[in-house]
């Protein structure tokens, strides 16, 4: 059963950056059917798409946060990395790693539990 | 960005009932070369991540209760709960993923009256 966990630091301060890991197992992330993406919900708010990556390192941001994310993958741990700087408090959020069904246009069916991503001073 | 909109934004129905929450979006996410509608609905409980229930818009995942139905295409889509049970609180999202950024619906809020 294909499982995706999240982790971090824990909380960053204003104007850092917030690093976070999913970790995959029970399958590879270097299968070639399938995309990676981070999606995150602030605290009783809805769910926003952060970005996708394939495998070989391809990635597609959504263009609201492109020029503070950096997604990235490392096959060899089987895991992929979330990278967003010039942090707020409106970037308080629990973060959700998720597999593509598929390719990257497919829905996402396996989700972590999601890691709070805190901003404070 | 293709605009996704619930409606209602809340309802209860009691156990047993029929719930029904609609989707529209911005633009259609139908693709014409597949006829595929781009278009998914997640459950998600307090606490929890979301949790798939149907994609192209009409198919249920595994495992997913058959009360759970999607319906709709183009732009006008609706996820039916034909009898509703306790477990079934929570709150629904739909998602097109016909286009980057992918988006979601707003939410809307299933409770037992």
């Known amino acids: 059963q294909l499982q995706l966990q999240e982790s971090g630091p824990g909380p960053v301060k204003p104007s850092e950056t917030l690093s976070l890991t999913c970790t995959v197992s029970?399958?590879?992330?270097?299968?070639?059917?399938?995309?990676w993406g981070w999606i995150r919900q602030p605290p009783g708010k809805g769910l926003e798409w952060i970005g996708s990556?394939?495998?070989?390192?391809?990635?597609y941001y959504n263009p609201s946060l492109q020029s503070r994310v950096t997604i990235s993958v490392d096959t060899s741990r089987n895991q992929f990395s979330l990278m967003l700087s010039s942090v707020t408090a409106a970037d308080t959020a629990v973060y959700y790693c998720a597999r593509h069904s598929d390719d990257l246009w497919s829905h996402f069916d396996y989700w972590g539990q999601g890691t709070l991503g805190t901003v404070s001073s | 960005d293709i605009v996704m909109t619930q409606s209602p934004d809340s309802l209860a129905v009691s156990l047993g009932e029929r719930a029904t929450i609609n989707c529209k979006s911005s633009q259609s996410v139908l693709y014409s070369s597949n006829n595929k509608n781009y278009l998914a609905w997640y459950q998600q409980k307090p606490g929890q991540p979301p949790k798939l229930l149907i994609y192209w818009s009409s198919a249920r995942e595994s495992g997913v209760p058959d009360r759970f139905s999607g319906s709709g295409s183009g732009s006008d889509f609706t996820l039916t709960i034909s009898s509703l049970q306790a477990e079934d609180v929570a709150v629904y999202y739909c998602?097109?993923?016909?286009?980057?950024?992918?988006?979601f619906g707003p939410g809307t809020k299933v409770d037992i009256k």
């Open positions: 990556i394939y495998y070989s390192g391809s990635t």
């Open positions: 998602q097109q993923y016909y286009n980057t950024p992918f988006t």
């Open positions: 029970g399958g590879s992330i270097s299968n070639s059917r399938f995309y």
